[in-house]
C-alpha cells in the first residue's frame, strides 16, 4: 500500500512564500510523473506544476517564474516552493502520483490535500 502525505499549507499575505512537501511511502519500484494540482472554491481542478517521466519539470503559465518543482529521490519526496504568492492562488493543492508498485503494475494515487491561503 502506498500513501502521500502532505504538508506545508498555510496563511500567508500576498507576496510571501510556502513550501509544500509531499512524501510517499510503502512498496514503491519507481516514481513516474508528479504532479502538483490545485483546486479553488467553484472552480476546476487546474494542474500547477509537474515532473514527467523522464524528469523534466514544468509549470502552468499561472505559476511560472514564482514556483519551482524540486524532488528528493532518497526520500521519496516532491517540493513545490513557491514564491510571490497572489490572493489567487489560494486553494487546496494536492499532489498526484503515478508510480509502479512493481516493474508492470502503475497506479495513480492522491495526496490528502493541503489548504493554501493568501490574503491580508
Known amino acids: 500500500q502506498v500513501q502521500l502525505v502532505e504538508s506545508g499549507g498555510g496563511s500567508v499575505q500576498p507576496g510571501g512564500s510556502l513550501r509544500l512537501s509531499c512524501v510517499a511511502s510503502?512498496?514503491?519500484?519507481?516514481?513516474?510523473?508528479i504532479g502538483w494540482y490545485r483546486q479553488a472554491p467553484g472552480k476546476e481542478r487546474e494542474l500547477v506544476a509537474w515532473?514527467?517521466?523522464?524528469?523534466?519539470?514544468n509549470c502552468a503559465d499561472s505559476a511560472k517564474g514564482r514556483f519551482t518543482l524540486s524532488r528528493d529521490y532518497a526520500k521519496n519526496a516532491v517540493y513545490l516552493q513557491m514564491y510571490s504568492l497572489k490572493p489567487e492562488d489560494t486553494a487546496v493543492y494536492s499532489c498526484?502520483?503515478?508510480?509502479?508498485?512493481?516493474?508492470?503494475?502503475?497506479?495513480?494515487?492522491w495526496g490528502q490535500g493541503t489548504q493554501v491561503t493568501v490574503s491580508l
Open positions: 498526484n502520483v503515478y508510480l509502479f508498485i512493481s516493474m508492470s503494475d502503475r497506479r495513480e494515487y
Open positions: 510503502g512498496t514503491i519500484y519507481a516514481t513516474n510523473i
Open positions: 515532473i514527467t517521466g523522464g524528469g523534466g519539470t
